[in-house]
């Protein structure tokens, strides 16, 4: 029976064995779904509290059935998990998947994290083993760099060693429907690679395609990046609208009921592990190709958190309110609604940017516990209280319930109130007096006036 064949056995049998490089809000899902599924899964992390923690059963990441899955699998004995990414855990894995994070920096992909990963893998490769990469890397980086890698070693790719770039499409709180749901992506270094790394996300996926690696490395940046320019767009046009007097939401509603338009809301920015890294991961993979258009549109994400920190500082000045003497109430520090992942979150630039003012700073999450050095509010009112100014960074359902009767009652007689994800109704603050800002409201409203006044 040739290698490829006796992998794909193990894999219809549910005998192969996986090791998961990596278990954050990836790697995860990804492992505990598999051992769910029937395979032996060793979990591997370099964070030895993050190690304890699901060996005592308690999961960290917030997805919905992901404790209960990890509780189950650590009964039946389908998933362990090691902060040792040694040379036998790796030998004894036919399979073993990189999901550890690749950020930038400087604009620049880090990639030291997928590097000290890789050596661990070479450290432990052997003859029928698939290594799977789900981390987000630069085009071309499975099919030169990894591969050549694993021929230094005297293995033949995708003969002795079968290599695929399998990127994840997981939005946090929804990964375990969407790990199943979601079209995965297999994109082989070679036909057996392929096919192999196919057969086995064909046990716990609905829908595989199977594509070439650098076509599917190009894909998963691609698709953030035209996300990343939608939102830039979307920004471009509150701003616009916010100058001229119009209501952006109202602008893209109507915009948006072209049977072939589809805009983005605009908003404080752009969080997470991806949006604003995979723009870059483009950007760079060819640095003489012309890519002012990419690079615009992530300096105009970037710097909506700063425009809306000068418009409300601005704000308070006009109300004749001292900034060092200032209470600000930031609502929300995960970089999206009813998570805790602060990645990349707005939020940080907005905390440290009134921290640096000498304002007094309260941060509520009812998700997330980083404050960026602010002060940790235990409720929306304990936050409110005496504030000279409120912004709604991240749209989770609890602020849903913040009334202006709610604000009013708390919050300082002249509290300003910027509402980034427009989740608030502004004709109800405005006419319970109190002066309601927001993403690409116009500056007729943004004063508190009527557009003829």
């Known amino acids: 029976m040739s290698t490829e064949s006796s992998l794909l056995d193990r894999i219809r049998q549910r005998t192969a064995t996986l090791s998961v490089l990596g278990m954050g ?26 190690v304890e923690a699901l060996r005592q059963g308690k999961c960290y990441v917030r997805e919905p059935e992901l404790g209960q899955i990890l509780t189950e699998c650590l009964k039946t004995g389908t998933f362990q998990v090691i902060s040792d990414a040694s040379a036998r855990a790796i030998r004894t894995s036919d399979l073993v998947d990189i999901c550890v994070p690749t950020p930038v920096r400087n604009t620049k992909p880090d990639l030291r994290n997928f590097e000290a990963a890789l050596a661990s893998v070479k450290a432990g490769a052997h003859k029928g083993m698939i290594v799977l990469i789900g981390s987000t890397v630069p085009p071309l980086a499975t099919s030169k760099s990894v591969a050549a890698e694993i ?10 060693i079968f290599l695929a770039y399998c990127p994840e499409r997981l939005s946090p709180g929804q990964a375990t429907r969407e790990f199943a749901e979601n079209v995965r992506i297999v994109g082989g270094v070679g036909p057996r690679s392929g096919r192999i790394a196919a057969e086995f996300f064909r046990t716990v996926c609905k829908n595989v395609i199977v594509t070439d690696a650098l076509t599917a490395e190009l894909a998963k940046v691609s698709e953030n990046t035209f996300r990343d320019l939608n939102i830039a767009y979307a920004n471009l046009l509150a701003l616009i609208a916010e100058s001229l007097g119009a209501d952006v939401n109202e602008v893209i509603r109507l915009a948006n009921t072209h049977p072939r338009v589809s805009i983005h809301k605009p908003g404080l920015g752009v969080g997470g592990p991806c949006l604003p890294k995979d723009p870059y991961m483009l950007i760079n993979s060819v640095p003489e190709a012309p890519s002012q258009l990419l690079s615009v549109a992530r300096n105009l994400n970037r710097d909506m958190s700063k425009h809306v920190v000068t418009l409300l500082l601005r704000s308070l000045r006009d109300k004749e309110v001292t900034i060092a003497d200032a209470k600000v109430a930031v609502l929300g520090v995960a970089y999206k609604a009813d998570t805790e992942d602060v990645t990349n979150s707005p939020a940080e630039f907005v905390v440290k940017e009134f921290l640096n003012t000498g304002a007094t700073v309260s941060v509520y999450d009812p998700y997330a516990s980083e404050t960026y050095g602010a002060q940790k509010a235990s409720s929306i009112e304990q936050a409110l209280r005496g504030a000279d100014c409120i912004i709604l960074v991240t749209p989770h359902t609890d602020f849903k319930s913040i009334l202006p009767t709610l604000v009013r009652r ?44």
């Not at 492992?31 to 509290?49: E, H, P, S």
């Not at 300003?416 to 319970?432: H, N």
């Open 25 to 50: 809000h990836i790697g995860l899902p990804m492992a505990l779904i598999c051992a769910r599924a029937g395979f032996t899964v060793t979990g591997i992390d370099i964070d030895a509290d993050k």
């Open 151 to 160: 021929q230094h070693l005297g293995y033949k790719v995708d003969e002795d």
């Open 410 to 453: 708390l919050a300082k007689p002249q509290c300003v109130i910027f509402d980034g994800p427009r989740m608030l109704d502004p004709t109800e603050f405005r006419r319970q007096g109190v002066v309601y800002l927001g993403t690409g409201y116009g500056k007729a409203a943004l004063l508190g006036r009527s557009i003829d006044e």
